[in-house]
């Protein structure tokens, strides 16, 4: 336990908040505490989740994402044409072909980022806008709601029922965020790529000393994150049951707030899934306790941005104070 | 003279194999020769030092071994006993040899153990990774060292020092039979060194060659036994240390005779300027009460930890005292930034100039304002590019700053000749009292002289100069009174016209 605090500290600050957070909620509301209440939070956080244990790998090799939103938004469009095409489908060509397509849109930003040398965030505005303007330019912003019947149907992986009779059920995208997760952390943690993934996001130059092959980093990073991208937008449409095509916008902000907020340095380097979950988790839970306590739906984002900027200034504190502590000993 | 290299004391190399042989090395760059027919040899679990002022060619050569620049043809390249035509940085590190650069090149949010083991994830298959196979590589290679460090820490939580011993474990890690070392010492503390020294001398004795490359001439003599000295891209020549004294090796790099005596003379009547009494911040320094006069170098020596940076932070109006009172020309002085201090006439040049005292990627002429930005400007509050020029012009010549244009990035200038802006842009704020932080870190031999001659120039002109340094005959040869402080306390005052150099040293470093 110690040595997990020592070795994760912002991910066990965010820990303790939620902790926090949920004992407050519970007692301030009947509501919260119930298994109806959780499995809902994981049921509508799971996408958030998927892109952002893609965007933290972007984030470990030291770049940063603006597109994958925007991506996963082509991604559902050409998959309902693609469906369309080969008459039908199901969900392992579903997922092939999502992430297929994912995958290949990343790649572009991995391309456009090593080839010419560009920033990340510089390229990924770029890809972003151009990605959007396509898609509502050949959409004329239309809806889709004739989707596959297996893509909407909904598919329960785990049910039970409460003492007080009602269902509680966790959907199909939980269990591929669980697989995103599993998968994201043996990659990162657990494979010699992803801990050059780390050592390039730390010091490029090094990385490149000790004859790391950058291209192929960022073509890893950036596919990883293309293919969650493709995934959580299939997972999305599933929820959703329709297409539509700005309707991710700005997600991306939430998401590389949460993954942020989890512990990943902007700059790379640091970073984990545990962190990611925990902070897709914050903002969910404290978004689901101001609605249950009855909060202005309007007052949310104002309040996610408070608790945003204090976990982070909270994290900036206590390093101020190590750094303190260390110039004092030396 | 240094004796040139004789077969029967010190170092025998002659009974050794060599670890590698290079004979007529030339390297041209565009027409400018940087190494012109040089030999160099090190024999196998040799300590030897390569000295040389900067642009003497050290670093070209070091190049050129590890592979990283091809030699002229004709070169010869003999690496344990093999003749090699063309080397690779990879071949190169195949045959054992490792550096361990300037700047690390380590991986600072890692742990000690991935970042020693870290040859071990190189390869573009994936793998799986053993954690604990990493750890017991790292244990071995620490073991090797005799250091005990813990494993789990990430990097950046560790001195400098400690990052140092964890290059070298990576280095072993690989199998390197030679390592270079760039300036190893530059950043680190006496105690620190010695403990880095007793590293090297346990890489010796395994049969590990150890190349240094360093500007501090007395550690330099301590731990090699033969020093080659190169001068402008030339072989001075192979001389055993044993024998060799500082003063000598300064003459054989630089190619001029520097006189080393006492700078010291006597300002006891002079005007007090900055007066601190009883002056104490909690954890840091206590009770510290000194005097600079006008004209008067104060010297101020200690370990580092001893408190005197943390003293002089205080001082710049950086941190404030818990107790105790500054006065300066007779008058308390409260200061609740550095902005009141340069106000008040206290200028400081830190310690850390490349990160802290400069902005490397500007101008140096823009470096060169910033503290004096409200005085260049108009009355639109504009600056005026004429004042600019007037005041970039003025410090250029009087520190005999060496720049192409005042346009130049500062990061294109030498060592040297970046302390002279950073003093310049302090001066620039015509202090009263004027801070150096460790002044002649990284600079090299010959530029330390003139960084030494202007701040005898300045006190001459009548600055209160309070000189920081660890280097303890930077003080005694520089300074007419010195301090020594540890543990945050004041504990002797010298004059160095009634100590000897060997003196002052054992007292602080004992």
């Known amino acids: 336990m110690r040595s997990f605090i020592r070795a994760y500290p912002t991910e066990a600050r965010l820990f303790a908040v939620l902790v926090a957070i949920c004992l407050f909620l519970s007692l301030a509301s009947d509501s919260f505490f119930t298994l109806g209440n959780f499995a809902s939070l994981l049921n509508n956080n799971s996408v958030n989740v998927i892109w952002a244990v893609g965007l933290l790998v972007v984030l470990i090799a030291g770049g940063i994402d603006i597109s994958f939103a925007v991506a996963a938004s082509v991604v559902q469009y050409l998959c309902v044409y693609a469906f369309e095409a080969i008459g039908g489908g199901g969900w392992v060509i579903g997922f092939l072909v999502a992430g297929g397509i994912g995958i290949t849109i990343g790649f572009i930003n991995a391309a456009l980022i090593h080839r010419f040398r560009i920033i990340s965030i510089v390229v990924t505005i770029a890809t972003y806008n151009a990605m959007f303007g396509l898609l509502m330019f050949i959409t004329s912003g239309r809806y889709l709601y004739n989707l596959p019947e297996w893509w909407t149907n909904r598919v329960t992986i785990f049910e039970t029922q409460t003492a007080q009779g009602t269902w509680v059920e966790l959907a199909l995208p939980v269990a591929v965020m669980a697989g995103a997760m599993a998968a994201t952390w043996f990659l990162i943690r657990h494979t010699t790529t992803g801990r050059q993934l780390f050592a390039f996001g730390d010091n490029p130059e090094g990385a490149r000393r000790a004859g790391i092959n950058i291209a192929l980093m960022q073509f890893v990073a950036f596919g990883w994150m293309g293919l969650m991208a493709g995934i959580g937008g299939l997972m999305q449409a599933h929820i959703v049951q329709e297409v539509v095509p700005n309707a991710l916008i700005g997600r991306e902000l939430d998401v590389l707030a949460a993954v942020v907020l989890g512990g990943a340095r902007l700059g790379g380097g640091r970073g984990s899934v545990l962190g990611c979950f925990l902070g897709v988790l914050l903002v969910a839970v404290t978004q689901n306790g101001l609605n249950l306590l009855g909060v202005s739906p309007f007052a949310f984002k104002m309040v996610v941005g408070v608790i945003i900027l204090s976990a982070i200034s909270m994290s900036n504190l206590k390093l101020a104070g190590l750094v303190k502590v260390m110039r004092g000993g030396r | ?510």
């Open chain 2, 1 to 510: 003279m240094g004796a040139m290299i004789q077969k029967d004391d010190g170092f025998d190399a002659a009974k050794s194999e060599p670890a590698i042989r290079f004979g007529h090395v030339s390297k041209v760059f565009g027409g400018v020769r940087a190494l012109d027919d040089v030999s160099f040899e090190v024999g196998r679990g040799e300590v030897h030092c390569l000295a040389g002022e900067n642009g003497s060619g050290k670093s070209t050569l070091i190049k050129i071994i590890t592979g990283v620049y091809r030699p002229e043809p004709g070169a010869e390249m003999e690496y344990f006993g093999k003749a090699e035509t063309s080397v690779t940085p990879n071949s190169a590190r195949g045959r054992g040899i490792a550096v361990i650069w300037q700047d690390l090149a380590l991986f600072p949010e890692m742990t000690v153990a991935e970042n020693i083991a870290f040859d071990t994830l190189l390869g573009i298959r994936p793998r799986l990774v053993s954690h604990k196979g990493m750890r017991d590589t790292a244990r071995a290679a620490l073991a090797k060292l005799g250091v005990d460090l813990d494993l789990e820490a990430r990097l950046n939580t560790l001195p400098i020092a400690q990052r140092q011993v964890v290059a070298i474990a990576r280095a072993l890690v690989s199998d390197a039979r030679l390592i270079f070392m760039d300036e190893p010492t530059a950043s680190l503390t006496q105690a620190e060194t010695d403990h880095l020294l007793a590293v090297v001398r346990t890489l010796s004795a395994a049969g590990v060659a150890v190349v240094f490359v360093s500007h501090r001439l007395a550690e330099v003599l301590e731990i090699s036994s033969r020093v080659t000295v190169l001068r402008d891209g030339r072989l001075v020549g192979v001389y055993q240390t044993q024998g060799m004294t500082q003063s000598r090796l300064t003459e054989l790099m630089t190619g001029k005779t520097f006189d080393t005596v006492v700078g010291a003379r006597d300002t006891a009547a002079n005007r007090k300027v900055l007066e601190i009494e009883n002056l104490t911040r909690r954890g840091e320094y206590e009770d510290v009460s000194l005097v600079v006069r006008a004209g008067e170098i104060l010297g101020l020596t200690g370990l580092i930890g001893a408190g005197r940076t943390e003293l002089c932070h205080t001082l710049f109006g950086m941190t404030r005292p818990d107790r105790g009172t500054i006065r300066l020309n007779g008058k308390v002085l409260t200061m609740n930034s550095n902005r009141d201090a340069v106000a008040a006439g206290i200028a400081y040049v830190s310690e850390d100039r490349l990160a802290l005292g400069l902005v490397q990627p500007q101008s140096i002429a823009d470096n060169l304002v910033i503290p004096v930005l409200d005085r260049i400007s108009g009355a639109d509050g504009l600056i005026s590019r004429r004042k600019k020029g007037d005041l970039v012009r003025k410090w250029l010549v009087d520190l005999a700053i060496k720049t192409g244009r005042p346009e130049d990035a500062v990061a294109t200038l030498s060592g040297g000749n970046q302390q002279r802006v950073a003093l310049a842009k302090w001066l620039a704020t015509e202090p009263k009292v004027l801070i150096l932080d460790s002044p002649t870190v990284g600079v090299d031999v010959g530029a330390r002289a003139g960084i030494y001659k202007i701040v005898r120039a300045l006190a001459d002109q009548g600055l209160a100069i309070l000189l920081i340094s660890d280097e303890v005959s930077e003080v005694h040869f520089n300074a007419d009174r010195i301090l020594h402080m540890a543990g945050g306390r004041m504990i002797g005052e010298y004059d160095p016209r009634r100590t000897t150099l060997h003196e002052l040293e054992e007292a602080v470093y004992a």
